[in-house]
């Protein structure tokens, strides 16, 4: 008999400005950039959008709520420690992440070699195959503060379901 499942979809969107001195770290991979993300945390939006589209979906609130950058237990943090505990906490509640699919607004640099490394990061990263990530790079054609270089912005949407309890 097939599972009765219960389904859940989360949308995250996340935005940083570039600074001089620090590393660009987008879904997990380091990218090799004159500038990286200003945040309390490493700055990762590609990672921070996929967590507030993880906690969205499960009614589990969102990255500032759980992870306060009031909190000098996540300065500098690595994001990819945030969204294993997120995974973990998901579990927890039985919920299962189905897939992800993201949007990363860069004007620069260009993402298109690095789209691969984000997809295996995140999807190793969740315990879900490679298939179900998906990851899209966009400039904003030279408009507002992403089209300008000021800043990289990512979108993520993602499908989360879990096993219905039955009774009898």
């Known amino acids: 008999m097939e599972a009765?499942?219960?389904y859940r979809t989360g949308i995250g969107t996340d935005i940083h400005r570039l600074v001089p001195g620090r590393d660009l770290m987008l879904g997990g991979v380091l990218v090799p950039y004159r500038s990286g993300l200003l945040g309390h945390s490493d700055g990762d939006?590609?990672?921070?959008?996929?967590?507030?589209?993880?906690?969205?979906?499960?009614?589990?609130?969102?990255?500032?709520?759980l992870f306060p950058d009031?909190?000098?237990q996540?300065?500098?943090?690595?994001?990819?420690?945030?969204?294993?505990?997120?995974?973990?906490?998901?579990?927890?509640?039985?919920?299962?992440v189905v897939n992800v699919d993201?949007?990363?607004h860069a004007e620069e640099p260009k993402l298109g070699s690095f789209k691969g490394q984000m997809k295996r990061c995140i999807s190793s990263?969740?315990?879900?195959?490679f298939i179900n990530?998906?990851?899209?790079?966009?400039?904003?054609?030279?408009?507002g503060q992403i089209g300008t270089g000021q800043a990289?912005?990512?979108?993520?949407?993602?499908?989360l379901r879990r096993r219905l309890k039955r009774t009898l």
């Open 4 to 6: 009765d499942y219960e």
């Open 45 to 65: 939006v590609v990672l921070h959008a996929v967590i507030d589209a993880l906690l969205g979906a499960a009614s589990e609130g969102d990255i500032g709520t």
């Open 70 to 72: 009031t909190d000098e």
């Open 74 to 96: 996540w300065k500098d943090a690595d994001s990819k420690e945030l969204l294993l505990i997120v995974k973990d906490l998901l579990a927890e509640k039985r919920w299962e």
């Open 102 to 104: 993201l949007i990363v």
């Open 125 to 129: 990263t969740l315990g879900i195959d």
């Open 133 to 143: 990530v998906n990851v899209k790079a966009k400039t904003n054609e030279g408009l």
């Open 152 to 159: 990289i912005a990512a979108t993520a949407i993602t499908l």
